[in-house]
């Protein structure tokens, strides 16, 4: 039995996003030339992803005046959502104190990152809706 098919973006599909999101909507030519600047991409391998990221509900197009216009169909918040939770599900069981745990000990925050989660946390604690919530 075939699995279904996956609304989370991949690695390339994320790259075009990323363009879009930067750029707002674009001609497929504008998306490639923001690609190109990473690595090398043929303009018919980018135009396949960006159908299929249209079947996936990733994209929507819109005519323009010589051609489609390409734009996000996802918010950048919404797609880290998705992928932060697909990571916290699948790679630490659903436990956010293991993700954060593993950033710690992989040495991936900095001074700066700690204090910046340290001021999120208080911040989150002080909130009144947090009020009588167990820790």
């Known amino acids: 039995m ?3 098919a996956s ?3 991949t690695d390339g599909e994320l790259a075009i996003l990323k363009a879009l999101w930067s750029s707002g909507p ?10 190109r600047r990473q690595r090398p991409v043929a303009t ?22 010589r ?20 990571v916290l599900d699948h790679v630490f069981d659903g436990s ?8 710690l000990d992989d040495g991936k925050l900095s001074e700066r990152d700690r204090q910046e989660i340290r001021r999120l946390l208080a911040a989150d604690k002080a909130r009144p809706s947090n009020q009588g919530r167990r820790s």
């Open 2 to 4: 075939a699995r279904p």
């Open 96 to 103: 956010a104190q293991r993700l954060v745990a593993h950033l």
């Open 44 to 65: 018919t391998t980018v135009a396949t992803m960006l159908q299929v990221m249209l079947a996936k509900g990733l994209v929507k197009r819109s005519r323009g005046d």
């Open 67 to 86: 051609g489609y216009l390409w734009s996000a169909k996802v918010s950048q918040e919404a797609a880290a959502s998705r992928l932060v939770n697909k």
């Open 7 to 9: 609304t989370q973006p």
């Open 26 to 35: 674009a001609p497929l030519g504008q998306v490639c030339a923001t690609l």
